[in-house]
């Protein structure tokens, strides 16, 4: 479980995160959403550690980690996985050493034991061993974040966080990507939170949500009640789109 | 203020990049990839620049001493003292600023742009060490490799070129080279290679490093990169020898 309670972050004088707080739960898919510029992408790599807050407390389970000595947030951040935007693979390895980078770094498993591990996080994400040996530059979008999703699993995380997974993906592809990182969420008891701005995986996936709206907590609640929701902010931000507009109507 | 900030910054960065590594064995197989890609393949560069610049300077050395009052052996060491003083050790530094600075910018800017320096930092490795390290060190190992190979280069283009353009004979020639030799221009040299070498990996990192926005700011600071460390090059050049020639 991760929680953040009263978390400000300004930018040359102008706040971004006001006053934020909320907790997000292990074993469910904890998504945060908003309009671009609404300050989730902060608050994501606020939790992080990418930027330092101004005020507020982190905590992961019951570890502080604003206040915590930079050892202990080294430590506490190979229990962490995360799936950037553009996949952020690296472009002078392969598919297989991507994954494997993080085990040669922070473990001293056998060749043999990483070659196990390895195969077992691409299969998970249904990559074809064929492709094993391939570079980043030489895969598709959606092969990249499913690469990039199993190199964020591979040190066994307690914590995952996916920043918009699904961007720049096809329908049909955007929902593969949702459903994988929801069954390994369940499956491996993770705390997963996701940045998204796009309402088929809040349908979808959002098992918890958390609305910001101009760098303030406007709602949160889960995918079961976000489509009754009378908040206005809330609503003009999901029926902006009209397909879920009419689904309401026709719902009512 | 923006001169003292860079500064402060860069330092900065140095002290991250020579903190502990993670894992000593990544570090020095990375320093291997970096001494091949870095430095071997500057080799070619290395031996078709100097081959040229030598067989060139033996010809103006030849053509500024027709005067009969100079001897020709003046043309071999007037050759081999200007390679060893300044071509190929700041000349030549001046040239792998263009060439490895440049490429040690754009990789380390791009891997910035494309998050994948967030993605290192989220894993807990010092990117600044496992990025940087490894370049300056195989940088300020190859530069002296890359002086000692310019220089024979060098005396070897004049061989060549001098006798056929019919400027100098062999025997004058290999007699200049020889002459009024001393040891410790090489050492001098050697020392700024090393410095160099240093400069022309930690600059252009910096700028790298800190890069921020896309392709386009990737692009700019390279070109900065470039810039500052010719500069600072010459700088160092000037200093070095009012230190230790003077």
């Not at chain 1, 951040?77 to 799936?83: A, D, F, K, N």
């Not at chain 1, 907590?217 to 079961?224: D, E, F, L, P």
């Not at chain 1, 976000?226 to 719902?251: G, M, S, V």
């Not at chain 2, 410790?184 to 910096?206: E, N």
Request: overall charge neutral; some cysteine.
């Amino acid at each position: 479980m991760i929680e953040v309670k009263n978390i400000y972050k300004s930018f040359d004088g102008a706040n971004v995160l006001k006053d934020i707080s909320n907790r997000f739960e292990q074993g469910k898919t904890n998504l945060i959403i908003g309009r671009s510029g609404s300050g989730k992408t902060v608050l994501l790599k606020s939790i992080l550690g990418l930027y330092d807050i101004d005020q507020g407390e982190i905590w992961y389970d019951n570890r502080e980690f604003v206040k915590m000595h930079h050892k202990e947030r080294k430590k506490l951040r190979r229990e962490i996985g995360m799936v950037f935007q553009g996949g952020a693979l690296f472009d002078s390895l392969s598919v297989e050493a991507n994954i494997r980078f993080p085990l040669d770094m922070f473990t001293h498993q056998s060749p043999v034991e990483k070659k196990k591990r390895v195969e077992f996080c691409l299969e998970h994400v249904n990559i074809e061993k064929s492709a094993f040996k391939l570079f980043p530059s030489e895969i598709s979008g959606g092969m990249q974040k499913r690469v990039a999703i199993a190199r964020a699993i591979a040190l066994n995380p307690k914590y995952l966080f996916c920043d918009e997974p699904n961007s720049g993906l096809d329908p049909e592809t955007a929902t593969i990507i949702d459903q994988l990182i929801q069954h390994l969420t369940r499956e491996f008891e993770m705390t997963t939170i996701i940045n998204t701005h796009d309402m088929n995986s809040v349908i979808e996936i959002g098992e918890s949500v958390l609305f910001i709206a101009k760098g303030e907590v406007a709602w949160t609640g889960s995918n079961k009640e976000i489509l009754e929701t009378r908040n206005k902010k809330l609503n003009d931000f999901i029926f902006a789109n009209k397909l879920y507009a009419q689904l309401r109507e026709e719902k009512n | 203020m923006k001169f003292f900030f860079h500064v402060g910054q860069y330092f900065t960065l140095l002290k991250k990049v020579f903190g502990r590594p993670e894992k000593l064995r990544l570090y020095v197989r990375q320093l291997f990839h970096e001494i091949d890609t870095l430095g071997v393949n500057s080799v070619w560069i290395v031996i078709i620049i100097s081959i040229f610049i030598g067989g060139i300077m033996t010809i103006q050395f030849a053509y500024s001493m027709s005067n009969p009052i100079y001897p020709t052996t003046l043309v071999g060491l007037g050759t081999r003292d200007t390679l060893i003083l300044e071509f190929s050790s700041t000349m030549l530094a001046l040239i792998m600023a263009g060439k490895i600075g440049s490429n040690i910018t754009s990789e380390i800017g791009t891997m910035r742009v494309t998050e994948q320096i967030d993605s290192l930092e989220i894993m807990g490795v010092n990117s600044a060490s496992y990025l940087i390290l490894p370049k300056i060190v195989a940088v300020v190992f190859i530069f002296p490799f890359l002086f000692i190979i310019s220089v024979f280069f060098g005396l070897l283009g004049g061989l060549v070129t001098g006798p056929i353009a019919g400027v100098i004979s062999i025997p004058d020639y290999i007699e200049g080279i020889q002459w009024l030799f001393y040891p410790y221009y090489i050492t001098f040299s050697l020392i700024k290679s090393v410095v160099f070498g240093f400069l022309v990996a930690s600059v252009p990192a910096y700028f790298g490093y800190y890069v921020k926005g896309g392709s386009l700011e990737v692009g700019k600071a390279s070109t900065t990169a470039v810039v500052n460390t010719n500069i600072l090059i010459l700088f160092f050049d000037l200093i070095l020898t009012r230190l230790l020639l003077t």
